[in-house]
């Protein structure tokens, strides 16, 4: 909470009065104290709005009191000539920015921030927000011993940092300082990493030189592009390095062979960080996780932790990266043209980079300095200040450190550190001379905070709205001169951050020795993740199939197929190959009224389905009580009759005898079209006396019995129907696919092939029942422990393997096995003891859908797990995510393997270069992942290059593919072949 106005100088307390003395309230009188109170209001009333992202009513809280400068819009040097102020008044006044100016300040460094994260606009964004290759924050577990190098400003620093994996409270440090030669920041840049590599080696020397392999973290406090965590080109030097051949070259690489130089080659540069990411890694300390830093010192910087996704300048997509945002060059597209002051004019036109990192001229303390400086210069011409005195001193670049203008407002004794520091000038400062100077200070240092403030709050305006918060609680590491040597500058920086950014609670960490430590911290972290990453990459690695992989499970496939259809070997195959008598299919001609039977589950439906120009379908959904679906085969077509008999009334059907097409969704062995004999019930059915009949046989028997007349013309099962329903559609289409609860497909194969059926002539439908593929045993070398495991908790334990491995039933237990190994490797969860993830089935299939989700923020990943009871920090929602990838990725691969062995050998018997097929696709799996289709369709394309695919997504394939067959059926029938009708009911 705001302690004090962020203006102490202005009476209005948004600096912007006009003909009011400030000198008054430099010694926090009254209205200081009143000014604290209107702060502390305004904070709590923005955050009771909850307002996100934008100005959150903080501004509108507060309107301008009449004569108040408060007009953002224009210059400041058209806002401040009021005849009634005071050259020292105009001054202040030039260096105060209102509340509504660091909204606009907030609002133009957001718009900074996403283009700097685009990959469209990245090129011409000045703020580059350079991605980092940071992906996690400590976890206390880190430990062992790492070297650092540190480049200051003036001097190298190396520290050996022994991390004892006690949440990195009390790491071991040795270090020592080497002072930089004269000249070596401006000459060759081999020389000064050569200087870096003898600092190492006399470090090393002195500590005895361990031989064993020395990981190194290089602090590095310039912009850098990076491609990896120790991969990094300089993009431009600063803070008084000019050194040459060096920009646009990785500093990394020419660190390690000036290393390598010095044949010390048991050391290796792992990690590259700027002081700004130590701040961050330092302060993610004793369990309070830090995901933004700010550094107010020399020169300043931020960074923070972004969804990976958004920065895409990187390859990464998963999880959280550390970006750096390089502010210091915010303004430098004229953006701040409208808060600069004529003194910032001259500070910059002095510096070594005119026009260059503007916003780090305002508000690093390299420059505090310089700009009292000039105002104190602009002053005595004015003849407001030294009246009488030769300021010729003051022209002297630097004659004002900043370190003094921090002394002379910081101090209680304020007014004396300005005589004194003004007397070393040669001055003869008045009393009031030394006041004014003090409040000229204030001003500069004050404007400085107000920036920063205005900056971190767009940072965490930005986190809030990414991650889709109505309330954003993260913590803010800070390190910098400024911050830890001026109170003030610290309450100003709170305070105006809580007020522009009410939709945020942040915590200020101080950094300690940010750079070294933090170094050491990034590079363990890195090698931790770097030994994570290989268990889970060998836990993975059987999940992940090769092009090789999948080629030869499409050879596979295609050998069971030839066994599968061959009358001698059908037997012997794992590919059951059932022929289904569907001889053709829609050709659009088709035309009537059909019924349709969908049976495949507790439920079934009946329809009336309509073929003319279009299909219009009319239907009812049925329960099957479990009674019945455990009792008698009578029972159980008896009630399928007078569900029928029921909806036949309902549709004013009376006693009209439609042609019926039956889907039949359990295993049966298909003698004709309308003739099939169910193998086994499935799906929680077993009524009595019904295995080993043809079920078109039992429904006709049971129609008898009702005295209900009836007329099947077909049986078919869900993969068929959807074919047909399809194919109605697109007459290419000729193959059918279901992905869902299970897996299966059909396609349309030559007769002459068909070695158990009789005849030559034309094509039928061959139900390949898929699933069963790989219960003979070739499919061994593809199934993981995770795959047995989940196989050996099955009702069919060593069948429908295929199925097993691609279908909706299987991957959720697929991936509750695989979470349990990484728990028990602890690569998981900390390695806490997970007792939810034994419950069979708790991982849903739905969830793999849900996760894989594009944009979909870790957040959300993190509450599927927690509604499971599992606390994952965000790197476990990030392994999680991983594992689901995989598994759902390899079902998509085997899935369009098997399909690339169905089109070509489609394309063999046709004996075409290309071929054009639709393949007629449904299921829960297929319609509803967000990936699984295209994987499929790629790696299709990938292993049936002279195929063209298309798919289409089946809508009511089962009801309506059944109608379609009958419909096709009936349209193909000769007069004397059509069936003959039971007697019509008296």
């Known amino acids: 909470m705001l302690a004090m106005s962020p203006y102490p100088w202005c009476p209005c307390g948004r600096g912007g009065c006009r003909g009011r003395t400030a000198s008054r309230l430099s010694t926090g009188g009254p209205a200081t104290q009143c000014l604290a109170r209107g702060a502390q209001r305004r904070v709590a009333s923005s955050r009771r709005c909850g307002a996100r992202g934008g100005r959150g009513d903080a501004a509108a809280a507060h309107q301008p009191r009449r004569g108040c400068w408060s007009s953002p819009s224009h210059r400041l040097g058209h806002r401040i000539d009021a005849p009634s102020c005071s050259p020292v008044q105009r001054a202040l006044l030039a260096l105060t920015l209102p509340l509504e100016t660091l909204q606009l300040v907030k609002g133009r460094m957001l718009r900074a921030i996403r283009e700097g994260l685009s990959r469209q606009t990245h090129a011409q964004a000045k703020v580059q927000m350079l991605p980092t290759y940071i992906c996690s924050t400590p976890d206390g577990t880190e430990k062992g011993d790492i070297l650092v190098v540190e480049l200051g400003q003036s001097h190298v620093r190396t520290l050996w940092v022994t991390l004892l994996g006690d949440g990195n409270q009390n790491p071991q440090m040795r270090d ?437 120009q279009d299909i219009c379908i009319t239907s009812e959904i049925y329960v099957i009580p479990t009674a019945i679906m455990h009792g008698t085969g009578e029972a159980l077509f008896d009630h399928i009759i007078d569900c029928m008999r029921d909806f036949q009334l309902n549709q004013n059907l009376k006693e009209q005898v439609l042609p019926l097409g039956f889907t039949f969704s359990f295993p049966c062995q298909q003698l004709g079209l309308n003739k099939a004999v169910l193998l086994s019930w499935t799906k929680g059915f077993s009524a009595s006396g019904c295995v080993g009949r043809d079920v078109v046989q039992m429904l006709q028997e049971a129609a008898q019995r009702k005295n209900f007349g009836l007329n099947v013309v077909a049986v078919v099962n869900d993969t068929v129907g959807t074919m047909m329903s399809c194919g109605y559609d697109d007459p290419k289409c000729e193959i059918g696919l279901i992905v869902g609860t299970g897996t299966n497909a059909c396609y349309m194969e030559e007769m002459r092939n068909v070695g158990t059926v009789e005849g030559e002539q034309g094509r039928m439908c061959i139900n390949m029942e898929w699933g069963a593929f790989g219960d003979n045993g070739c499919l061994d070398n593809i199934f993981t422990d995770f795959d047995l495991m989940v196989d050996k908790t099955t009702i069919n334990v060593g069948r429908q393997r295929f199925e097993k491995l691609i279908s909706g039933m299987y991957l959720g237990e697929i991936v509750r096995h695989i979470l349990l190994a990484m728990v028990d490797k602890q690569l998981l969860f900390c390695g806490k003891p997970c007792p939810q993830l034994q419950t069979r089935d708790i991982f849903k299939t739905k969830f793999l859908s849900t996760i894989e989700i594009d944009g979909l923020a870790l957040r959300q990943v993190q509450t599927i797990l927690q509604n499971l009871e599992i606390q994952a920090s965000f790197e476990d929602s990030t392994l999680v995510r991983e594992v689901c990838e995989t598994v759902s990725l390899r079902a998509a691969q085997l899935c369009g393997a098997g399909m690339a062995a169905v089109v070509e050998k489609m394309r063999d018997n046709r004996g075409l270069d290309r071929m054009a097929v639709t393949v007629g696709a449904d299921g829960t799996l297929y319609k509803m992942h967000p990936r699984f289709s295209q994987r499929l369709q790629q790696t299709l394309e990938d292993l049936a290059p002279n195929c063209t695919v298309t798919f289409l997504r089946s809508e009511d394939g089962s009801g309506k593919g059944a109608a379609l067959v009958a419909a096709v059926a009936c349209r193909g029938a000769e007069p004397e072949e059509q069936p003959l009708l039971p007697p019509t009911p008296q």
Not at 250 to 263: A, H, Y
Not at 464 to 488: A, F, I, K, P, W
Not at 520 to 538: G, M, S
Not at 587 to 600: I, S
Request: charged content about 20%; aromatic content about 6%; overall charge negative.
């Open 176 to 612: 020592k300082t080497f002072d930089l030669p004269a000249g070596i920041k401006q000459g060759k840049g081999e020389v000064l990493f050569d200087f870096l590599a003898q600092c190492v080696s006399q470090f090393l020397t002195d500590i005895g030189n361990p031989q064993q392999h020395i990981p190194l973290g290089f602090v590095f406090p310039f912009s850098c592009r990076k491609q990896q965590l120790h991969k990094a080109e300089l993009i431009s030097w600063s803070k008084g390095f000019s050194c040459s051949d060096v920009e646009g070259k990785d500093v990394v690489q020419l660190l390690q062979w000036s290393i390598n130089k010095q044949e010390i080659y048991h050391v290796e540069v792992v990690a590259l960080i700027n002081n700004t990411v130590g701040t961050m890694m330092t302060c993610s300390m004793e369990g309070k996780p830090c995901e933004v830093a700010l550094i107010v010192g020399s020169g300043t910087n931020s960074c923070f932790m972004a969804p990976a996704h958004l920065v895409e300048m990187a390859e990464e997509t998963s999880g959280r990266m550390c970006v750096n945002t390089e502010w210091g060059c915010f303004g430098d597209d004229g953006t701040l043209s409208d808060i600069l002051t004529s003194y910032d004019e001259h500070v910059d036109h002095e510096s070594s980079n005119p026009g260059e990192r503007r916003f780090e001229k305002l508000v690093g303390s390299l420059y505090l300095g310089e700009i009292v400086r000039h105002v104190l210069i602009a002053l005595t011409v004015e003849k407001a200040l030294f009246v009488g005195n030769d300021v010729t001193v003051l022209k002297t670049k630097d004659a004002l450190k900043t370190q003094q203008v921090l002394e002379i407002i910081s101090k209680e004794d304020g007014v004396i550190e300005a005589r004194r520091a003004l007397e070393a000038l040669g001055l003869q400062p008045s009393e009031r001379d030394c006041c004014r100077v003090q409040q000229i200070c204030r001003a500069v240092v004050s404007r400085a905070a107000a920036l920063s403030a205005a900056g971190l709050a767009a940072i965490l305006s930005h986190m809030c709205q990414t991650r889709e918060l109505e309330l954003l609680v993260v913590n803010v590491g800070v390190e910098g001169d400024l911050y830890q040597g001026y109170s003030r500058f610290k309450e100003i920086l709170q305070g105006v951050t809580a007020m522009l950014s009410p939709e945020c609670v942040a915590t200020f960490l101080p950094s300690v020795d940010s750079t070294g430590r933090g170094a050491a911290i990034v590079t363990a972290v890195a090698l931790r993740l770097a030994a994570k990453r290989e268990e889970v990459d060998q836990m993975l690695a059987p999940l992940r199939l090769s092009r090789a992989d999948l080629q030869h499970v499409q050879a596979l496939m295609r050998q069971e197929m030839e066994l599968g259809l061959g009358r001698e070997s059908n037997a012997n195959a794992s590919l059951r190959m059932l022929p289904t008598y569907v001889r053709n299919t829609p050709d659009g001609t088709e035309q009537g009224e059909f019924l349709a039977l969908d049976l495949g589950g507790t439920n079934f439906r009946v329809l009336l389905v309509r073929v003319a």
